[in-house]
């Protein structure tokens, strides 16, 4: 028979707030950060006060075998509470009760945010008489005060002082934090009012609409066992979780690895800053990122030693870097690995600055990265050579161009970083991701925007193949990327490509686009090629067979770009980047002549808006 894994039940709101002041309950590490606003608070202490459900709440069980993490306690307990080990932690519902506790049993003004975001420090209160009044909207009867229970007009006066709890007796506004604890106030209170019959029974109505009601208020609880996998405690955070900080393999990792005394977050960061200030081209590298680069290495480790002492296939553990996978590694697997994989994201780096991917926004796949990095760590010095560099170039733009990191990935990496390897030390076979490689002619139509990662990729191939700019004449190196500002600009303007009737679909595609430097663009302006570029001859000193040489490098030809002949352009255009895409994946691409030519059908396809400058803002300033 199987158990369940959970359990579901009611427990009084009063005896969860307890067990968090005792330390029984508290968080797992990776909840931080996020604070409910004041008015979401009033929102919460009003729909308790008249019995309105305000949500389940989930907890784990602690002291199980799978599932370890350091634990603190909730925001407002005893900082002494972080020495005693709890018997549950919260996965559901920090902000709700960590707001209840705060306001309901806190000793300070609670720290919350108003409506701008602002932080700040508050008191709650409950109007006696509103709240005995009107149960149909009782938020009007929970009020907010300053930390030091002043409120004042904006000119400073003021309007209510509840410095002292005389002034709460004056107003009828009692405490939310004596809430399970009002007896000695409404003695207080009474002896105030000299035991006055209007005042007694008005907090006789209180008591019994308001304070019994928070007294005996039920809050749903699911409570997972401690027999809960990690991947399953993840996997049900993520579905039931609604705010705060979302969860991931990192977090869930971090607050495991406190628990064995090791502050994952802290080495990241570290690691995180060497890599992004130093490599542009990784500024989005995430953190899971490095740790499906770790699992990957530590799974084909553990496969390797497994064939080693002569496991059978059956027996044999699969490389792997899914979720669960990254779950099950250990600190001593960080340890171990982490400063190899920063130096596989290092060379990675370095080799795609060799293929002309200098920026982030410019990298076709951030998550081909993973494989990459752990191909070169893999390969050690085998990965150096100039042989192993083509191999890796031809596995890397078939993935780009093929396209074939947009999902479905993990399984691809798992392939890859064998494959690939074996591949690079002359193993016969090809990795499967170039015999999965295909790109059909008439995709180049289609590419309009830098959210395609062939779009991208094309962009960087021409640099790598040695295109030079318009202007300059100089190749495009990291230099000259960062310092004339290069990006993708059109070759026959979109003005000139307007008054010409060419549709929009046809001149935005890459095969009308390049890279090309921003004082460049400006000078091309909207105008005809025939026009820019003899103005360009002329401000760079240049002849018309030195431009020619240039515009050659772009997979252009010149003569027909001199007649402003755009068709013509364009089916030659579309050809060489075809022969481009073919030399870069060593794979053949069946031709389709007529795409290319006046009155071609073009594909409606959107890839997005653009993320880049206006390029016809420029052309239009320009003309």
Known sequence: MISASFDSTKTPLQDLLARADQGKLQLPDFQRGWVWDDERIRSLIASVSVSFPIGAVMLLETGGEHVRFKPRPLAGTHPRLGEIAPETLILDGQQRLTSLYEALLGTEAVETRDQKGKPIRRWYYLDMKKAVANDDDREDAVLSVPEDRLVKTFGGEIALDLSAPEREYAQDLFPANRIFQSAQWRQAYNRYWNYAPEKIQLYDSFEREVIKRFEQYQVPVIQLKKETPKEAVCLVFERVNTGGVALNVFELLTASFAADDFQLRDDWNVREQRLKSQHPVLRNLQNDDFLQAISLLVTQARRREAQAAGATPDNVPGISCKRKDILKLEVADWKHWADRVEDGFVRAARFLYGQKIFKARDLPYRTQLVPLAAIFVDLGKDGETEG????????????VLGELYGSAIESRFARDLPEVVGFVRGGAVEPTTIQESNFQAGRLLTLRTRNSAAYKGLYALLMRDGARDFRTGEPIEAQTFFDDKVDIHHIFPEKFCKAGGIEPGTYNSVINKT????????QIGGRAPSKYLP??????GIDAARMDEIVRSHAIEPAQL???????FFAARAEALLKRIE????KTIPREPALFRPGAKVETYDDGPEDWEDEDAIEEAAS
Request: glycine share 8%.
């Open 388 to 399: 192993a560099r083509q191999k890796i170039a031809r596995w890397y733009w078939c993935g």
């Open 583 to 586: 030399t870069a994946t060593g």
């Open 562 to 568: 001199r007649a402003d002949d755009f068709w013509g």
């Open 515 to 522: 890279a090309l430097a921003a004082r460049t663009n400006r």
């Open 535 to 540: 103005a360009i001859e002329k401000a760079a």
